[in-house]
């Protein structure tokens, strides 16, 4: 084993103070970069990265450098503040008044305690996705107090109900990225990895870039031209929401035109052989119920754990007891010729040659069939890899879009292979020293793949039951949903009435997430704000929904924070394929300012006054499967630091307490191949055909029909189909405009926009606060760059800003950078800047995906001009 | 920060058959709020599993605990962890004979999903 020290050095400086270079970790984005922050005489004066860390590599981004600029923002809260007006809307003043810590923690436990006795779940439990460290100290907290709502705000909501479903399902991990090292050919479909923030922003980006120096080609399929696509070899244009359509074009054009698949992939890691009758499903063996196989070599069918991969049919029409069926790969390739390249050019724009083209270079790239050694060790190669994010899968059709696109992979066996498409990380040996962090992807029911570990608890398969909602997301009704819109729809009264929820919320518990700005339309979630008895958030600054909080309480930041697991875990933020694992902590490099207290201690309090102290220590165990001598006492009060040492010893013995943590900052040891390349020597297979949805929409179907609810049949089907978005099946004269937003390079969420040194980075970028639109067309219009323009939907929502005419977007496509266009005083840089897209967006049933409850992030607008260049 | 039940839980009670064992059961969260009285303890017949552990559990304190716990009959929510003194167990494990003591059986809820 070896172990690379990132010290914590401290010197006297010339000064009276103190010299010190501080190992920790980046919280700018939810990438957590380890970082070194150095603080001379009690002042942080730079940020850089920690060159001892893998995750970043030493490098960090324009956000992570200016991040002090934050840190020492004037704006900063400094106090416990108390709303006086008891009327809340949108520019109402509050009539903030500071209080007490006491005075503020008495008022939340009273309530709390009451809430907790009537029915815990009235408590929703709700944080920004940006700090990653929050999960284990408010997911542990909301499962002591006993309520199922957890919600990660717009961050979670427009991020990944499709993407991470499925990279669990087909990866067994929270995403997927090309295997930068070995891959010669990626193709992205609205995707930013190794470009943008994100999952292993920086470790991605030295990744991506050797990659590319390398000879890596790149093919970025995206609506418009920017973090990826400038740095690809060729940009595929496309209409908005349409990717899926174009890569099940490509599917069939690689199964039924080229016939380039890997047999042996299909037949050994995934369904594809096992026999499908006329309802849909497995035929099953009547003894064992396993799915059976069509037996080529004894001519039968049989269960599939007797017979040798390698005889399973994959092709073909047989007869069981009489019935006719077909291999599950026969009803794939049947089904794929619906999406001729000719038919996706229709719904995409993408000429069918292009695709054609793109289909014949991935499945060429592939090389089906070979082999490399890496350290020794003889691995399957593929280096093709096609991945996906919140770009495709934010539409109607989220699931089946990334679906089709991961298809790509799983027909020439690029899945979790040397070169492939990469899960983050889903399998560990552990660490050396004491064998813990150990997980493995395994197989589950019917052979098919269970992540070794799981980020949210919830594992994607196998799927959970559908029942009668306890949750205020519809979640345990719509299964495949992880993040949902009933937090703040318009209709959420509506919805929980007509499914059943047996309670209504009543009190919010926020942790820096800006619900008004990031969810959608900002009068539907303001009045969603408004119906809450109390909410109570904790911020660094006052921001839009601080409108509709009684309580704020003032945060510390990441520079003044401690966190045992900040790159934790594995499958979320560690860069994948070969090279080191790394887990390093976050620490102070500088102390709170006025009251400002550390979230998790202020949590620990506020449950200690609740009397939920021993649940919510039950829930720590189990969360950080912490084992002897390292589990807490349910009535021992400890602090945040005890705790994140008790983890740290549970995890690397002894030794590697907090107290070493805090001198190295982080502790690495090497990959073996057998890690990032699992795949070959797990016996476990991915779902090419998704059998179990004919099962979860039957009973969703069976609990919803007292209400008169039936689940559409085109989002239950076993196989990818394309379900448009309501943007695509808007035919009124005049709004021919697609509008979505990107994540703009420069920006996190919608906190860093309030960042001087980021605001004037944006500023001098023409795309960050402008409205982008196709040169050609916005010029044949009369438009010209600098115009002011309305933008507005058909339902009259609508936003203004300065047009930018650009080449580098799709011509029906609107592009606006998410989460600028702030208008509260709290945040005085960010205010007035760039364009709030959000208000674009209906929050409702009929704009959320009936599969995986994905709202609909574009909608298609009319642009009209109301102002000349300056 | 070893974990130790209290020493203030109930004395052990008297077996109510032949055989049978005490377990010291610690419900927490959500859980907890539909059995107030923690830790409680019940005697159980030797060997018995974790599954059928749970569903005596049901019986005593009725269907709302099962229907937090268990997602089918024959399968728990994987959000919830069950431990006996300390460690992670399954439906399907038995539970230790432990002669002379008493074995802590631990059962919460955890949250669900999240995104990001």
């Known amino acids: 084993m070896t172990i690379h020290l990132s010290r914590r050095e401290e010197k006297p400086s010339n000064a009276s103070g103190i010299d010190k270079w501080v190992p920790s970790a980046c919280a700018l984005c939810y990438a957590t970069c380890s970082i070194r922050a150095h603080n001379v005489d009690g002042v942080v004066i730079k940020i850089e990265g920690n060159p001892d860390s893998v995750v970043g590599k030493g490098k960090l981004c324009g956000k992570g450098v200016s991040g002090l600029m934050g840190h020492y923002d004037p704006n900063r809260l400094t106090r416990p503040l108390r709303r006086t007006n008891p009327r809340k809307g949108i520019g109402v003043d509050p009539g903030w008044k500071e209080i007490s810590w006491e005075e503020a923690l008495t008022e939340i436990a009273e309530t709390l305690k009451r809430v907790r006795a009537e029915d815990p779940r009235k408590l929703v439990v709700q944080r920004t996705t940006t700090v990653t460290a929050s999960r284990i100290p408010f997911h542990s907290f909301a499962a002591g107090f006993g309520t199922p709502n957890i919600a990660t705000a717009g961050g979670g909501l427009h991020c990944g109900n499709g993407a991470h479903e499925i990279s669990g399902i087909m990866h067994a991990s929270w995403s997927v990225v090309p295997d930068f090292a070995y891959c010669n050919y990626a193709i992205y479909f609205g995707a930013s990895k190794g470009h943008s923030a994100g999952h292993a922003s920086c470790s991605n980006m030295g990744l991506a870039a050797d990659a590319r120096a390398r000879g890596m080609k790149m093919v970025v399929v995206d609506p418009m031209c920017n973090f990826a696509s400038a740095k690809a070899s060729e940009w595929v244009p496309l209409r908005v929401g349409t990717d899926g359509p174009l890569a099940l074009a490509m599917c069939n054009v690689i199964v039924n035109e080229l016939g380039r698949i890997d047999e042996p992939y299909l037949q050994s890691k995934t369904n594809g052989p096992y026999l499908i009758g006329p309802d849909k499903r497995y035929v099953r063996d009547p003894g064992s119920g396993e799915p059976l196989v069509w037996d080529c070599g004894c001519n039968e069918a049989r269960p599939y754990t007797k017979v040798p991969s390698a005889s399973m049919a994959l092709l073909g029409e047989y007869r069981v007891d009489g019935v006719a069926c077909h291999p599950a790969f026969q009803l794939l390739k049947d089904h794929l010729q619906s999406f001729s390249p000719e038919a996706a050019e229709a719904i995409t724009t993408v000429p069918a040659a292009n695709i054609r083209r793109l289909a014949t270079e991935f499945a060429t790239e592939a090389r089906i069939g070979s082999t490399i050694v890496i350290d020794g060790v003889n691995v399957p190669y593929r280096p093709v890899a096609a991945i996906a994010f919140r770009g495709s899968q934010g539409h109607m059709n989220s699931t089946y879009n990334f679906l089709g696109i991961d298809l790509l992979n799983q027909l020439v066996g690029a899945a979790d292979v040397a070169g492939g498409c990469l899960g983050f990380n889903p399998a560990c040996n552990g660490f050396p020293g004491t064998g813990r962090l150990k997980y493995r992807p395994k197989p589950g029911r019917d052979g098919l793949m269970v992540s070794g570990t799981w980020m949210g608890y919830h594992y994607p398969y196998p799927m959970a039951e559908p029942r009668a909602p306890q949750n205020i997301g519809l979640q345990d009704l719509f299964v495949m949903g992880m993040n949902s819109p009933f937090l703040a729809s318009s209709d959420q009264e509506e919805v929980w009435t007509r499914f059943g929820l047996p309670y209504r919320p009543e009190v919010l518990l926020n942790f820096g997430a800006n619900m008004l700005m990031s969810m959608g339309t900002k009068e539907t979630v303001a009045a969603a704000l408004q119906r809450y008895k109390l909410i109570v958030s904790f911020d660094l600054f006052l921001n839009e929904t601080s409108d509709f909080v009684d309580i704020v309480l003032p945060d510390c930041d990441y520079l003044q924070s401690m966190d045992s697991r900040s790159t934790w875990p594995f499958i979320f933020g560690h860069p994948a394929g070969m090279g080191e694992w790394c887990w390093g902590i976050r620490q102070p490099a500088d102390e709170p300012r006025g009251e400002q207290r550390r979230f998790a201690d202020v949590l620990l309090d506020l449950a200690d006054r609740v009397g939920i102290l021993p649940d919510v220590h039950a829930a720590m165990n189990a969360s950080l499967n912490l084992e002897a001598p390292y589990r807490l006492l349910p009535d021992r009060r400890y602090s945040w630091d005890e705790i994140c040492d008790a983890e740290l010893k549970n995890n690397f013995g002894e030794a590697h307490g907090l107290g070493w943590f805090k001198k190295n900052g982080v502790i690495t040891w090497p990959k073996t191949p057998d890690e990032p390349y699992w795949r070959a020597t797990t016996e476990a297979r991915v779902p090419i055909y998704w059998e179990f949805m004919v099962d979860i929409h039957e009973k969703i179907n069976k609990i919803t029909q007292q209400c008169g609810y039936k689940a559409p049949d085109e989002y239950y089907d076993p196989l990818p189909l394309f379900n448009p978005c309501l943007s695509h099946e808007c035919k009124t004269p005049g709004f021919d405009f697609y509008a979505f937003y990107y994540r703009d390079t420069l920006h996190s969420n919608s906190y860093t926009t309030e960042n001087p040194w980021l605001d004037e980075a944006a500023r001098l970028d023409p795309y960050s606060y402008t409205i982008v639109v196709n040169r050609s067309v916005g010029e044949a219009r009369g438009l010209k760059s600098g115009d002011l323009i309305r933008v507005e939907t058909e339902v009259g929502r609508s936003v203004e800003g300065r047009i930018c005419l650009s080449e580098a977007i799709h011509p029906e496509g609107l592009g606006i950078a998410g989460l600028a266009g702030h208008w509260h005083a709290g945040m005085p840089v960010a205010k007035g800047k760039g364009v709030f897209f959000n208000e674009l967006l209906e929050l409702d049933f009929a704009h959320a995906s009936p599969q995986n409850l994905n709202l609909d992030l574009c909608a298609k607008v009319k642009v009209t001009r109301i102002g000349e260049a300056p | ?116």
């Open chain 2, 1 to 116: 920060m070893e974990y130790s039940a209290s020493e203030s839980g109930p004395s052990r009670g008297e077996a109510e058959g032949p055989g049978h064992q005490a377990v010291r059961l610690w419900l927490f969260g959500g859980l907890a709020v539909l059995c107030p009285e923690r830790p409680l303890t019940l005697e159980v017949p030797p060997g018995i599993t974790v599954g059928e552990l749970l569903g005596l559990l049901g019986k005593r304190l009725g269907a709302a605990l099962l229907e937090s716990v268990m997602e089918t009959p024959s399968r728990k929510f994987s959000i919830c962890r069950v431990f006996i003194d300390g460690m992670p167990v399954d439906l399907d494990d038995r539970l230790p004979e432990t002669p002379g003591g008493l074995s802590d059986f631990e059962l919460i809820v955890l949250t669900a999903a999240e995104g990001g």
